[in-house]
């Protein structure tokens, strides 16, 4: 096919406007004026700076997609939302409302499913330590637990004596999927027989029963061939122990680690160009499954997504308190907001963007935090305008792990809101005053200054 011939010209590059090489990096800006058509400007007046804002409708959406993805390519399908992802109240009951059980890790985050309502056959309980207590009480209200080590299967043979019946687990496994590091810290492992010898173990003392498998082989994964690759062994495993034993393996756990939209530190591509989508990891997933089972066989697949649900719906406010320039010549900012709340910034880059229109050329620019503590950076270098202080800068994703493991480090934590799917908007945790940080310390009296 002959191309079409285009005679040369010469063309004025006008700096600042679009040309057929695209637009200047010099005047180009990513403005965002509303959160779901509730101004910046107005959440700031009315709830302060900085801000978290969740989108409820964004919420639901990124859930119905998942689930969607997975349901339509297998018929029996069971999310279990991560509470350690976000464990706010209003988060974790949006995600119930939709149907996803309460997989949680500790002692606490059980306890905080239960009272939020959820009974004890909706609780996934795994992590590296359940104390006793904690384990009897899953057990005695119906939870799904997986043994993450041998001391664990002592301690559940345990209460299954005191109960006085058997009761059902399951079985944390480790594996090699090509992924590195590979996490070999939680559960069994497979290639060394170590999961086969737990097997043999909770078979020998005829206490417990055996009836799923568990595994998460990391975090933000890339690589949706890893999950089929997990997928085929734990399959594979599964019916070598019912075999053996008799068991009847009634789920897969896959775990999580599935990448949200937000740029990893250290990688080139942009996130829209490197995360595959949730459609490529339930495809690459649920084929190795239909690859794997033997035929009119469907054991529920448990999905426990945490980061790709609730990170692109949140986003935090921050105002600029100052500027100024660095030794070496940068531009720096210094926000309202810092690594006290936004603890993921040590690993991720942020989206970016302004609140407001702003005039004048973009420059490299570094913005640091408030605290008073040299790696308070959040942002390590964005190309921003002059920014003038009260300027408001909306940074995101930000759903995955901030509210979780923020600090109350030097400054309050501020409010978080959740704009709601009619538009109003509704405070979901309070910000923090003085008597939230001193009511539980306790001074003796004769250190009483007055």
Known sequence: ???????????????????????????????????????????????????????????????????QAFSSRYPNVQLGWSYKTNYLQAVCAVLHQEGALAEVVSKFE??????????????????????????????????????????????????????????????????????????SRFGFNLESGQAMDAVKRIASGDKLSLNGLHCHIGTFILEPEAYAREVKKMVEFAYEVEDKFGYSIEYIDIGGGFPSRIKLKGTYLSPDVLIPSVEEYAEKITQALYESLRPGDFPKLILETGRAIIDEAEYLITSIVASKRLPDGRKAYVADA??????????????????????????????????????????EGSMLPPLEKGSRLVFSPVGAYNNTQWMQFIEYRPNVVMVMEDGSVEVIREKEDLSDIERRERLPEKLKLK
């Open 338 to 379: 810092g690594v006290n709340l936004l603890f993921t910034a040590f690993w991720y880059k942020f989206n970016v963007e302004l609140a407001q229109e702003a005039s004048g050329a973009n420059e490299p620019a570094v913005i640091y935090g408030p605290l008073c503590m040299n790696i308070d950076v959040i942002d």
């Open 1 to 67: 096919m002959r191309l079409k011939y285009e005679k040369p010209v010469i063309t004025k590059v006008e700096t600042g406007f679009m040309n057929k090489f695209g637009s200047s990096p010099l005047y180009a800006r990513k403005i965002r004026k509303d959160i779901d058509g509730v101004s910046v400007e107005e959440l700031v007046e009315r709830f302060g700076s900085p801000l978290f804002v969740i989108s409820e409708r964004k919420l639901r959406e990124n859930y119905k997609r998942l689930m």
């Open 110 to 183: 059980y306890e905080k499913a239960r009272k939020l309502g959820m009974e004890g056959h909706q609780i996934i309980f795994n992590g590296p330590y359940k104390p006793y207590e904690a384990l009897k009480l899953a057990a005695e209200e119906g939870a799904v637990i997986n043994a993450d080590h041998f001391d664990e299967i002592f301690e559940l043979e345990r209460v299954a004596q005191e109960l006085g019946r058997q009761i059902k687990i399951g079985i944390r496994l480790n594996m090699d999927t090509g992924i590195y590091p590979q996490w």
